[in-house]
């Protein structure tokens, strides 16, 4: 009988942030009551990092564990570097956010280790178990921080929202996990397309079904239209850094999980998804811009942008090409800096009890904070697509595949709706550099911890849009055993 194959190095990553989760949970069990806590924040910080450089290693590995349910080839690392950047960005913001919000305990930076062990988890399963399991961490823990600011009602609501929400969008995913081990007898991604192929069953009912609630399931989860409802009233409830690791790193773990499955188990089925998909794609990218354009919240404008952004995603997603699913990966990071960015200046600009979310809020921010204004701007035209930045260098990306693979009209579109996005985006800044304050906002603290996450998202931004060569490479050799 052969023994698994285990080998624990493949998983180090995944192993020292579950250990630091509960590191963090058990030093604020004996810490004393009463004391500022915010070591766990930079506690939580050393287990990323330790996590990253375990990471590295692995880079050009390609190997498989645990009976080849888990992969620790290039697509999973790429996509392991993008959250734990996510993840350590986050908890640079929470260290000053956090505290200040009265959610500064252990259960919040655990709750944020143990997400980011999920998304890790979804982006290395080569078999739906794995990938299921991770999506179950992931989901539980965002639910719960979600409603982290207990005493405030829209935050409950939107926690209460998103787990309803989720709940149902799981079971659709579970069903259309459960439809396919029905009709292929595995769980084994590439057993899946290898069965498929070999018996022709591209006209069966239940593989047919199972697309369709795969495509479900995990529209949910990278908010695509029309199973988007939750995002805006989640986005806006939810603490902002919460909100942020949300935008990011579940969009991410969404689509990691979603390129796995469709390029390495259904592949056959590609002319049946491009169709929905294309559909999919220009619906996201249009309700997403249009409504965006009438928020007077930052936070729901962004919540709706993340909406667009999810559907240029799905325009390389369509193409099915090497440059489209490379280009996946690239916008992914991308949107990580800028989007994180965007939200640490949000954070900036409150104080306890007064988070100034309201788009007026920002009128005259350039002269009274001229550098957190220059920010944000920089942000926001990353977002829009504006070069040198690296949200021109992504939407270049995605589209060009798009136009490789001939869908002109898809290209065409997305171009239109990244060009309406310009107005929404641009009405900040015209507010922060032309309009007069409505009322004065005093008694920012600009605190260390945000500031490095401001000045390490604006760096990641100009580098992805002034050098993207060397992060497009390495997304391309990512994907080489994927497709």
Known sequence: MKLPDIDLYLIAPEIIITVF??????????????????????????????????TLPLVGTGKTGFVEMFAADGFAIFFKITILIIAFLTLLISIGYAPREGIGFGEYYALILFATFGMMLMAAGTHLIIIFLGLETMSISIYVLAGMLRGDQKSVESAFKYFLLGAFATGFLLYGIAFLYGATGSLYLK?????IGSKNLLNHPMLLMSLAFLTIGFGFKIASV?????????????????TAFMATGVK????????????????????????????????????????AISQNNIKRMLAYSSIAHAGYILVAFVAGNKLGTSGILFYLMAYAFMNLGAFTCVILLGKKGEENTLITDYAGLGFKYPLLAASMTVFLLSMAGIPPLGGFMAKFYVFSAAVEAKFYWLAVLGMINSAISVYYYLRVTVLMYFREPEREITGLSFSPAPTLALILALIGTFYLGIF???VLSFAQKSIAGLM
């Open 21 to 54: 989760g509960f590191l963090v949970l058990l030093v604020d069990v004996f810490a004393p009551k009463g004391e500022k806590k915010g070591y766990l924040g930079v506690l939580s910080l050393l287990g990323v990092a330790i996590a990253f450089f375990y």
């Open 191 to 195: 057993n899946i397309a290898s069965y």
């Open 226 to 242: 029309p199973f988007h409802m939750w995002t805006p009233d989640v986005y806006e409830g939810a603490p902002t850094s919460v």
């Open 252 to 291: 991410a773990a969404g689509f990691s999980a979603l390129l796995r499955v469709f390029f390495t188990a259904l592949p056959a089925f590609q002319p049946d998804w491009t169709s929905i998909m294309w559909l999919i794609a220009v619906a996201t990218m249009t309700f997403g811009n249009i409504i």
């Open 468 to 470: 993207p060569s060397n």
